[in-house]
């Protein structure tokens, strides 16, 4: 099947955020997504107009670079970060979806309270 552009892959018919491939997320996987919803429930808490964007993350705890890029790609893929191009000076920006947070609650069993915009 191939997408309409601006229809994402969790937007196929018959899809729904809680068909959660549980099985393509790793600790490393997951470790990232939370990093995203704590920064912006944290960026939530410090400014009331938080649209949901960040930057990108650029350290995690176990450190590889080349890592940390195929991870954003993964979780892009399965529909749970989204990414935008902000500006030329600020570069690429990401936000977790509805669908990243129903896996982080669904694999953790907590309830995340990051506040995620509509599309």
Not at 9 to 14: F, I, L, R, T, Y
Not at 36 to 65: F, I, K, N, T, V
Not at 66 to 74: A, C, D
Not at 89 to 110: K, N, P, V
Request: charged residues 25%; proline residues 5%; hydrophobic residues 40%.
């Amino acid at each position: 099947m191939i997408l309409k552009p601006g229809v994402a892959a969790v937007d196929k018919p018959g899809m729904s955020e809680h068909d959660l491939p549980s099985d393509s997320l790793d600790e490393q996987n997951l470790l990232v997504l939370q990093s995203y919803a704590d920064r912006s429930q944290a960026a939530a808490a410090a400014c009331d107009d938080h649209d949901g964007w960040l930057d990108r993350l650029e350290m995690m705890e176990y450190g590889d670079p080349e890592e940390l890029t195929r991870i954003h790609g993964t979780l892009i893929a399965l529909g749970m970060l989204k990414f935008k191009l902000a500006s030329r000076e600020t570069g690429l920006q990401y936000r977790i979806s509805q669908r990243g947070q129903c896996a982080i609650e669904h694999l953790t069993g907590m309830t995340t309270t990051a506040a995620v915009p509509a599309p």
